[in-house]
């Protein structure tokens, strides 16, 4: 038997019901050689789980506040049809989650596609500066035929960072703010990491600005645009840039046929900087499998993490997925940071 929605998709009456736990931490992570930020961390980590569901499922997730400060998740891009009170909006929808308090969350995943998580308190601190973002990704009842073709998954989430107040908690986000370090993912070159294919791959990048406009530029490919903002478009089209707004996303699919190392950046010239010096920032490498590592290569001895991109953790099915890979670390005191620049300083005499 078939339910139709909205009537646009034919979804299973049995929907299934998943449940999560996402706790808010506070902890920092290095964004940057040399540049840590204290962030407010979903299961503390930055990005937050991958959550993964199926269109039409009841999603009901249980938020601990562990923080000093309050918060909220905002489901960005689901409808909340009949479960306005779930849309994480404060003082609108629900009041903030205070320090120590739990809110749950109950609503339909009734839209498809590259959604996301974030903080609804104060966006331009939480989720412009510290880190309160995470995918969600909902399968459609009913895919386009392109999508069965993907043999690759990868998830990248842009953002900025200011290293002028990333030590304090409750500063930071105001109007004409100037943004020092960017990064995908929760790192900026090069503690990005590879993303590696082999010829014949079809590459599903679903790309998130999630804290601010983007121009994502993949070398030696054409990228087929697909959806917006996780609704498939009438009109998939070819593009080697694709602009997306702040908030926005876009999925692309490319076919993996031109052998070699490329460059995936984002093409905003700032976007590539670490303080002001290039190359850093929102940029990545593409690395084809049978590819030898020449000496000058930039990532010859790279420590490999093979989760970056959420590839591993897209073929764990539905749930939520954390990744070690993006756990940030307990935040450092005063005294401990003096301490470890004497003992760098001592060891620097020897
Ligand atoms: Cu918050």
Request: charged share 25%; with cysteine.
């Amino acid at each position: 038997m078939l339910l139709v929605l909205g009537g646009l998709s034919a979804l299973p009456a049995q929907a299934d019901v998943r449940q999560f736990d996402i706790s808010i931490e506070e902890v920092e992570i290095e964004v940057a050689p040399g540049f840590k930020s204290k962030v407010w961390a979903y299961n503390g980590q930055v990005p937050g789980p991958l959550l993964r569901v199926a269109e039409g499922d009841d999603v009901e997730v249980i938020l601990t506040n562990n923080t000093s400060l309050n918060h909220t998740i905002h489901w960005h891009g689901t409808f909340q049809t009949n479960s306005w009170r779930s849309d994480g909006v404060p003082n609108v929808t629900q009041p903030t989650v205070e320090p120590g308090e739990t809110y749950t969350y109950r609503f339909k995943a009734d839209k498809a596609g590259s959604l996301w998580y974030h903080c609804h308190v104060n966006v331009p601190e939480h989720v412009g500066l510290r880190g309160m973002w995470g995918p969600m990704i909902v399968d459609p009842a009913e895919p386009l035929a392109i999508e069965k073709d993907v043999t690759k998954e990868a998830i990248l989430m842009f953002t900025g960072w200011n290293s002028d107040v990333a030590d304090t908690y409750g500063k930071g986000g105001s109007p004409g703010e100037t943004m020092d370090y960017f990064s995908i993912n929760g790192k900026s070159f090069p503690m990005t990491q590879p993303l590696r294919v082999k010829k014949g791959d079809v590459l599903r990048l679903r790309l998130f600005a999630a804290g601010l406009e983007t121009a994502f530029h993949l070398h030696g490919h054409d990228m087929l645009v697909t959806h917006i903002d996780g609704t498939p478009i009438d009109n998939p089209y070819w593009v080697d840039v694709v602009d997306i707004p702040s908030g926005g996303r876009a999925d692309v699919i490319v076919r993996m046929d031109n052998p070699g190392m490329w460059i995936a950046h984002d093409h905003i010239e700032q976007h590539i900087t670490n303080k002001g010096v290039m190359p850093g920032g929102a940029a990545m490498i593409i690395e084809y499998e049978g590819i030898g590592k020449e000496d000058w290569y930039v990532w010859k001895d790279k420590d490999y993490a093979p989760d970056f991109y959420l590839s591993d953790s897209m073929e764990k099915g539905y749930g939520l997925h954390n990744s070690p890979v993006f756990k940030g670390s307990e935040i450092e005191t005063r005294k401990q940071k003096k301490k470890k620049k004497k003992k760098k300083k001592k060891q620097q005499a020897q």
